[in-house]
């Protein structure tokens, strides 16, 4: 049984920072986060940033210089450090990654999503 939890968002200014987390637990033999995406309301999900398996990331042109995307492996964690938030940074947040269970069993998990609401 695995369970991802995300945490860290909340009501910030513009100009504010936050930084949101996404834990794994259970049986896991592996962990690999993929990325973190968002969803403003009325707008499709789209890719924010994203982390390889030997560490290159990659973001949205919109949150490029702005935006930190990290991982601990020792604890499973993968995380996203915001700065500089503008309002249409605002949106439901999900992490993704891949978690292996055994070295036959890989899985792609979706967390719960943590809201982010950027005032003006």
């Known amino acids: 049984q695995v369970q991802l939890v995300e945490s860290g968002g909340g009501l910030v200014q513009a100009g504010g920072s936050l930084r949101l987390s996404c834990a794994a637990s259970?049986?896991?033999?592996?962990?690999?986060?993929m990325g973190w995406y968002r969803q403003a309301p009325g707008k499709q999900r789209e890719m924010v940033a994203e982390i390889t398996t030997g560490g290159s990331t990659h973001y949205a042109d919109s949150v490029k210089g702005r935006f930190t995307i990290s991982r601990d492996n020792a604890k499973n964690t993968v995380f996203l450090q915001m700065n500089s938030l503008k309002p249409e940074d605002s949106g439901l947040y999900y992490c993704n990654v891949v978690i292996a269970t055994s070295w036959y069993q890989t899985r792609n998990y979706w967390g719960q999503g943590t809201q982010v609401t950027v005032s003006s």
């Open positions: 259970g049986s896991i033999f592996s962990f690999n986060p």
